[in-house]
């Protein structure tokens, strides 16, 4: 464009020009930058986790008050649950994928980055309508027609808003990697997050059309109840909730490589282990009634835990080599995987129990299936947590506060592997025992749970505003891209870009260079 | 480097001041190129996801027809001739289409031209069947069916609108030289979303219509 009228400078006053540039208020809603985008991410998530965590706590103390059992029928019990995988360990975990995977592939940008925010609003303002919805008696299965048609409403929003930031997340994978970085050598939580993506996009898919037939239906609310229950839960439950711990593979195995600072050996085996697990977390096709309980349901929860034994193998034989610069964020991963063992072992246990169910075995399944969404759910969170306090130089621009990030993570450790063996032992001994004492620990280890998620929160404000960028010297030396604006001046971080990456750990490669890059076989 | 970076022009060198600057080495970075493939890696997985919930749709109309036997849509005329005409309609952009890739690949911009202008006029065709079809089969959502029924057609419908949308948007782009032979992604992205939608239509026409 030509400008033809040109103004003279005096025309326009300092004051004038100063109001263009936008408030503090307006970058944040209008950046397109996927750090920030990935922090408010993060922290919307934590603050959520709390809120939901909290809902949990107060229907166990609802049930508490009525004398009854624990009702998991009960609209404050399945929207705290929803609310806590869709408002709490998911989006922490895109977070934290949207700010670092661009950085780990050596992007400045996500792809579709306007996309990625549009995805951040819709889930922040959805999330807050279902937190409204079931205040007013909605939510998921909730007894008012009106807030259960807005409570399903959101969550279908909430489902469409978390597909499309991993629609952005696995694009960047895909294409924003530089040049030399193959699919066999991108880090393992970006490895980890293209392979939970397709999953969350088609399993969010399959329960966002029942949210659709619900709201078309025109029906009750007893009619969206049993929406819920036969269209949307299955997504709770094996092998579906596998892919809440996709992402927790991937940190486990970047943060154990740069505790030890050493190469994970068999990277392929990991990346394939990471891969399998994400096949036998596809359960779409276990949403109708026949789709469980038959053999293929067993073989895909037992296969489950395979990958997961395989990883642990591969990341116990890391640790053995070279002792690790011990860290919150390290620790925290190591038991989040725990956790995910405990996950595995409650999939196996309702897998035997349904082989030889009367005759060999006489669990509760339904126990044993609540034990193992828990076990997953705690241990994606804690993960979540463990990552953002191990990659907070990267991510919130300052080393976390170890105080903080220990009590938090275990907090979150605490909270959750109570809530899952609460319901494991209900599943192992049946639901006729001391109810009153169950409702007490499920209120007691939501409240701790909710307790971790505002730790992460004032973990993740204190350090984001505390600090200013610190010197490297604070914990194990990085390994993958996302470390060189933290740790290379300038003029190196240029260097590194410009190198053509040859083995999976480029800053490794950096540091030693003229040694062997060649991967470990 | 960002996407608005990597969307700009390439700048244009000053010309030499001198003999020596003339043959000096320059330090401008070569003309960079938007990423290859990202709006179609995007795409895939967007129209996954889009195929999943009708997928979804469909199994659910599936097994609620098998529950309801005979009684299923009894009271409806469902006659095939239209939904053989959309699904030949269908048929026919799928090669339209992909003369539209075929001509970008080639810099042929008159031939992308016609050929996205047609596929579009199918894909009208295609939105007018079913407005017709809808009127014929009388189908009201009040009635047992009619939720599934509409869930199902109407899901399908939005996608083809939104694909004449994305098709519309990437002949604007193509009109404004952003793609050619050396970036062909936009009309590539678009026919992968429009392909999505005509087989999807196919799994449609078969279990809802020739089947009933």
Not at chain 1, 42 to 53: D, H, K, P, T
Not at chain 1, 229 to 248: D, K, N, Q
């Amino acid at each position: 464009m030509t400008l033809t009228d040109t103004r003279s400078s005096s025309d326009t006053p300092p004051a004038a020009a100063g109001s263009l540039s936008p408030t503090a208020l307006e970058r944040v809603i209008g950046t397109g930058e996927h750090e920030a985008i990935g922090r408010t991410f993060i922290m919307g998530s934590l603050l959520l986790m709390a809120v939901s965590a909290g809902a949990l706590a107060t229907g166990a103390l609802r049930s508490l008050s009525n004398g009854g059992p624990l009702d998991v029928t009960d609209n404050l019990w399945n929207s705290a649950l929803v609310g806590m995988v869709l408002m709490g360990a998911i989006p922490l975990l895109l977070g934290l994928a949207i700010c670092l995977i661009p950085l780990q592939v050596g992007s400045k940008a996500i792809a579709f980055p306007r996309a990625a925010a549009l995805s951040l609003w819709t889930w922040l303002v959805s999330a807050v309508i279902f937190a409204i919805s079931l205040g007013l008696d909605g939510g998921v299965g909730g007894a008012d027609l009106e807030a259960s048609r807005l409570g399903m409403l959101s969550m279908g929003s909430m489902m469409v808003a978390l597909s499309l930031g991993a629609v952005c997340v696995a694009t960047t994978v895909l294409s924003h990697r530089p040049v030399g970085m193959s699919l066999a050598r991108v880090p393992f939580f970006s490895w980890s997050m293209l392979v939970a993506a397709p999953i969350w996009i088609l399993t969010f898919g399959s329960t966002t059309a029942h949210v659709f037939l619900g709201q078309i239906s025109q029906a009750n609310a007893a009619g969206l109840a049993l929406r819920y229950e036969v269209g949307v839960a299955w997504f709770l439950r094996a092998p579906t909730v596998y892919m809440l711990a996709i992402p927790v593979l991937g940190i486990s195995c970047d943060l154990v490589a740069q505790g030890c600072g050493r190469r994970m050996a068999r990277y392929g085996t990991v990346q394939a282990m990471i891969a399998m697990f994400g096949v036998f977390s596809f359960g779409a096709w276990t949403q109708t009634s026949g789709g469980r309980e038959n053999i293929l349901w067993i073989a895909f929860v037992v296969l489950g835990a395979v990958p997961v034994l395989g990883l642990l193998g591969l990341i116990a034989d890391t640790l053995r080599h070279r002792k690790p610069v011990v860290s919150p964020g390290l620790v925290g991963v190591l038991l989040a995987f725990l956790l995910l063992l405990g996950g595995m072992l409650a999939g196996i246990l309702e897998a035997l129990n349904t082989t030889g169910s009367g005759t060999l075995f006489s669990f509760e399944a339904a126990g044993l299936g609540w034990a193992q969404s828990l076990f997953l759910l705690s241990a994606a969170f804690i993960g979540g947590l463990s990552a953002l306090s191990a990659w907070s130089r990267v991510v919130l621009r300052a080393s976390a506060p170890g105080a903080i990030a220990s009590a938090a993570i275990a907090a979150g450790l605490i909270g959750g592997g109570l809530l899952a063996t609460v319901f494991l032992i209900q599943g192992l001994t049946g639901f006729g025992l001391n109810l009153s004492f169950y409702n007490v620990w499920v209120a007691v280890a939501a409240a701790v749970l909710a307790l971790s998620a505002l730790l992460g929160l004032m973990l993740a404000l204190v350090t984001s505003r505390g600090h200013a960028r610190q010197p490297a010297s604070a914990g194990a030396a990085g390994l993958t891209l996302e470390w060189a604006q933290d740790e290379l001046s300038p003029e190196d971080q240029a260097l590194v870009m410009r190198t053509i990456v040859a083995s999976p750990y480029p800053l490794l490669d950096f540091r030693f260079t003229g040694e062997a890059v060649e991967e470990d076989k | 480097m960002s996407d608005t970076a990597t969307l700009s022009p390439p700048e244009v060198a000053s010309p030499p001041e001198s003999p020596q600057a003339a043959v000096a080495p320059t330090a401008a970075l070569p003309p960079t190129m938007p990423r290859r493939r990202e709006l179609i890696f995007g795409t895939v997985f967007v129209a996954a996801g889009v195929a999943m919930a009708l997928l979804t749709l469909i199994g659910s109309y599936l097994a609620t027809r098998d529950a309801a036997g005979a009684a299923w849509l009894a009271d409806n005329q469902l006659a095939l001739t239209q939904p053989n005409m959309q699904m030949l309609t269908l048929g026919m952009s799928v090669v339209t289409m992909q003369w539209a890739v075929w001509s970008i690949c080639r810099d042929d911009r008159y031939h992308t031209y016609l050929a996205i202008g047609v596929t579009m006029l199918l894909g009208i065709a295609f939105v007018n069947q079913s407005t017709f079809l809808f009127k014929e089969a009388g189908i009201a959502i009040t009635q047992p069916e009619g939720p599934l029924f509409y869930a199902v057609t109407l899901g399908h419908l939005a996608m083809v609108i939104a694909g004449l949308v994305f098709l519309l948007l990437m002949a604007f782009r193509t009109l404004g030289g952003q793609y050619s032979s050396r970036q062909p992604d936009g009309i590539g992205a678009a026919a992968v979303f429009w392909y999505a939608g005509v087989a999807l239509y196919a799994v449609i026409w078969f279990a809802v219509y020739i089947q009933k």
